[in-house]
């Protein structure tokens, strides 16, 4: 964003108020209040056609009778006439126009049309838009509070270093007020509103070219232009600022909200967390851990890691988030030979388990710093959680200063945790620049935030030989035959096929045709582009060992899947070479409202969806990061050698998941792909390859 811009949307030289109020009781009174009362320095320009004077300054009928330049407006009317008003701030010369009312695209297809058409206008005036439904912009550095938000009737905003930009303006209050009460200040903060216009990326983009924000927080109910924002948090990882990012959407009510609210259209939850995590954007679970986590994510690792210290004075109190991280799947470690030996002449006996506890006896400064420093310094774990007891309400200096002193002395990521109310030692570890934790959960979710980051992730691997343009080749020649936009298992295993997945040897049934073609065993199956889930319809039957079987099970199959599916259009009966090995698994590729392309790996078969036990990542993938996917799925531990169990081959299985993930290549000109996916694909023992036995495909 240009520096121009950039200025006229966080710290504008003057502001025009459409709709200001002179009654003090109204929301639309409180900008030209706020901005008086938090030291902005520009002009204000209250707009109301009614009104000489307001609150002791000149009204003006319009924007464009006010006098100029004007660099900013906050429109607080009625939203019919906002188009009009824009218009006017377009021939003002107006650089940024952030729109308060609500009433466009959250309300339906002609409010979006007519939010559409506003931006449109305003682009060719060379005008930006923040919102609709958004509540300002809040400049903390420089006093520019233009806004409705009622925390700012607060005496007094903390200055700070963090960055926000939310799609919930209430939310900008809501992290001020319990900033305040925490000592976390803000830089600038933008409520973003619909997005018509300005992006979250392109916003917070700007925020990483500020002197005054080091970190940048985002509130998101969805992700609506993924490419800013990747773009964004890359920009933000190579200026040393992280992007943490709050999003609702784990729930099918928080995913509906984000259409009531904002007109937005949520994705896929497990694909927004393969976004984040490709971009190097931490994503934390309670709203409580992004106030707090800044601190902690300057110091996140380098490399991977998820092994922490726990040191305390109280058991009890450490045990609440030891358990939490257990949960988070961190590994907790014991103390080291060396810290045991260093208190065994004070009477503490260290244990082996996953708490460092130091008992009463540790509660001097002279035992506690020095153990923490060793922490710090030791090789054993990869983060350090400090926990205080009741010394930290009342006596600081034995178990909270200690944290801040060791904590210079190394760049390793700490946390503390306070079991008690006490905000003064909360104060004292933000001003030192320390994570420090109200609760045991936000502790928790802040540490694995912090220990599950991975740097932005590098350029997409290269195209695999011809396999793509074979594959392209075989969906154009399966989607000219096909009657709808679902592929029959027959067309799907073709382009499944030129990708180099082995597909199991099979052909269809001729009318009148007596015995398999390709011998016995075989697995009989309806083929119709109308019954994607065949097993659910009766229209699968294995083990099939000789003609008579045959013709029986073709009977009966025929006979269910008509019953079941009375208007489906049943092609005939393929016969497939009966498949074995250690395991199934699902492949998925999918295209997303949120993320865009992702590959999914899951244990396959018909009770791969009630697992809900699957791996994620934006594709395409190497077949480095396939390897990963196969190592996060638990119910792929068996053919990892779990236990002795007999290794699959898990390289074939890499190589399947990133040929599929190769159709996020397929070019403009072949038919798109929605969803595609083979289940199940079976995994023989090492060495001895995959097969895919069941698939389809999905057409936009």
């Not at 300054?57 to 906050?74: I, M, N, R, W």
């Not at 939203?79 to 377009?90: G, S, Y």
């Not at 958004?134 to 903390?140: L, R």
């Not at 067309?491 to 001729?510: D, H, K, R, T, W």
Request: charged share 25%; net charge neutral.
């Amino acid at each position: 964003m240009k520096k121009s811009l950039a200025r006229a949307l966080f710290s504008p030289r003057s502001v025009a108020l459409v709709g200001a109020s002179g009654d003090e009781r109204k929301n639309t009174a409180r900008p030209q209040r706020y901005l008086t009362k938090h030291g902005y320095k520009g002009r204000i320009l209250p707009i109301n056609p009614g009104r000489a004077e307001i609150m002791g300054l000149p009204a003006y009928k319009s924007v464009a009778a006010a006098p100029g330049p004007v660099d900013h407006a906050f429109i607080m009317t009625p939203a019919a006439t906002v188009p009009d008003i824009l218009k006017d701030c377009a021939r003002a010369g107006v650089k940024v126009a952030s729109i308060f009312s609500d009433g466009f695209a959250e309300t339906g297809e002609e409010g979006r049309r007519i939010q559409e058409k506003m931006v449109r206008d305003a682009r060719k005036a060379g005008m930006r838009l923040v919102g609709p439904n958004s509540m300002g912009v809040i400049d903390v550095v420089g006093g520019a509070a233009i806004t409705v938000n009622a925390v700012l009737e607060m005496p007094e905003l903390i200055k700070g270093t963090l960055g926000v930009v939310s799609q919930s303006g209430t939310m900008l209050g809501a992290l001020i007020s319990r900033g305040a009460a925490r000592g976390v200040g803000f830089s600038r903060m933008v409520s973003i509103g619909n997005e018509a216009d300005f992006t979250v990326g392109e916003v917070a983009d700007a925020l990483v070219d500020d002197a005054d924000t080091e970190a940048i927080l985002l509130f998101l109910e969805s992700v609506r232009d993924p490419s800013s924002l990747a773009a964004m948090a890359r920009r933000a990882h190579k200026a040393g600022k992280p992007v943490i990012a709050y999003k609702l959407g784990r729930s099918d009510a928080g995913r509906e909200l984000a259409v009531s609210h904002s007109g937005a259209i949520a994705g896929d939850d497990k694909a927004t967390s393969a976004f984040f995590r490709d971009c190097g954007i931490l994503r934390v679970d309670l709203l409580e851990t992004l106030l707090e986590i800044a601190p902690l994510a300057k110091r996140r690792p380098k490399g991977p890691g998820r092994r922490v210290a726990v040191l305390t004075t109280t058991g009890g109190g450490a045990a609440t988030t030891v358990d939490r991280m257990g949960l988070a799947g961190i590994e907790l470690v014991s103390a080291p030979k060396q810290l045991r030996d260093k208190v065994a002449p004070a009477g503490i006996a260290l244990s082996d388990g996953p708490i460092i506890d130091l008992t009463m006896a540790g509660t001097r400064r002279d035992i506690y710093q020095p153990s923490l420093e060793m922490l710090l310094r030791s090789k054993d774990n990869d983060a350090v959680v400090a926990v205080v007891g009741s010394s930290a309400q009342f006596h600081a200096s034995i178990a909270v200063e200690p944290i801040a002193a060791a904590a210079k002395k190394c760049d390793k990521p700490i946390a503390a945790f306070l079991v008690p109310n006490a905000e003064e030692s909360l104060r004292l570890l933000t001003e030192a620049g320390i994570a420090a934790f109200r609760t045991p959960e936000a502790c928790a979710d802040a540490m694995r935030a912090c220990l599950e980051w991975t740097p932005p992730a590098s350029a997409p691997p290269k195209p695999r030989g011809k396999r793509l343009e074979k594959a392209t080749a075989a969906l154009k020649k399966v989607a000219r035959a096909a009657k709808g936009n679902v592929l029959d298992e027959a067309s799907a295993g073709s382009v499944f096929g030129a990708l180099g997945i082995e597909q199991a040897g099979s052909a269809m049934l001729e009318p009148g045709t007596i015995g398999s073609p390709i011998g016995y065993p075989v697995v009989a199956k309806i083929v119709s582009a109308d019954i994607p889930h065949k097993t659910e319809a009766g229209g699968v039957t294995l083990d099939i060992w000789d003609e008579v079987a045959l013709a029986e099970a073709a009977a009966l199959m025929t006979q269910r899947a008509t019953e079941a599916h009375p208007k489906a259009k049943i092609d005939g009966v393929m016969v497939q070479k009966l498949e074995s090995g250690l395991a199934e698994v699902l492949i998925g590729y999918r295209r997303t409202a949120e993320a865009g392309p992702i590959v999914t790996l899951a244990p396959g078969g018909v009770l791969a969806e009630l697992y809900r036990d699957a791996a994620v990542r934006l594709a395409p993938v190497s077949v480095a990061t396939a390897r990963e996917m196969i190592e996060e799925v638990t119910g792929l531990a068996p053919i990892r050698g779990y236990r002795g169990m007999p290794k699959g081959d898990l390289d074939a299985l890499a190589k399947a998941i990133a040929a599929l993930s190769e159709l996020a290549r397929l070019p403009v000109s072949a038919p798109q792909i929605a969803e595609a996916e083979i289940n199940p694909l079976i995994v023989r023992p090492d060495g001895d390859g995959v097969v895919a036995v069941d698939g389809l495909i999905v057409l936009t």
